[in-house]
């Protein structure tokens, strides 16, 4: 007959392995009742906390694959690359050049996870290769330019925080059949608060 203590020993090493199926009904002294017991609800409760873990974690994902969906707009690519292939097709190959360039930096900052809050700076930089794209799709109708305070640059912002602004000055507030549309961004501190600011010369 197998003894109670080398049971629980043996259940607890098929534990010790990541088996939690490892439960025990240990027979005999009240002691060792009591740490069987004991040892089945600790294996209990790491197998909730586990599932737990598990299921934050696929919400978590779950959340991230949502922003990125948000993030990547399927029509926004789309007409990207049309207007490449386009570039392409009629050999005006530094334009291709410069907007695979911004469109790899653009996604790159678009798909980055590792944090929310960023420099404003780099959330410029995010605008500045936004822009780009779009002007060269927009065949230049628009013109843009940045006034910055460069003391404000080292500030943090809400990362993509500005690039949703900016995308709204181009596609509700531009005349598409002027040549002289403009789009400003400019930073300024008043009253202890930083503003940014997006201006278009549009409707």
Known sequence: ITSPIYELNDYMTKFQKGSLDSKINVVG???????????????????????????EQRAKRKTQ??????????HFLYN???????????????????????????FRASI??????????EEIEHVKNY??????????KFSYKFEMDPS?????VLKLGLQPIVENAIYHGMNPDEEDNQIIIRTYQKDRYIYVEVQNNGY
């Open 29 to 55: 002294q009240k002691e060792l009742r009591e740490l069987g017991e004991s040892f089945n609800e600790m294996i209990d409760e790491i197998a909730s906390l586990m599932n737990e873990v598990l299921s």
């Open 65 to 74: 694959f949502i922003a990125l969906q948000n993030q990547i707009n399927p």
């Open 152 to 156: 404000l640059l080292s500030f943090n």
């Open 131 to 140: 822009l780009l794209i779009q002007q060269i799709r927009y065949h230049n």
């Open 112 to 121: 980055s996870s590792e944090t929310n809050i960023i420099p404003l700076s």
């Open 80 to 106: 990207t690359l049309d207007s490449i292939l386009w570039l392409n097709e009629n050999k005006r190959n530094e334009d291709v050049h410069e907007m695979i360039i911004a469109l790899s930096k653009f």
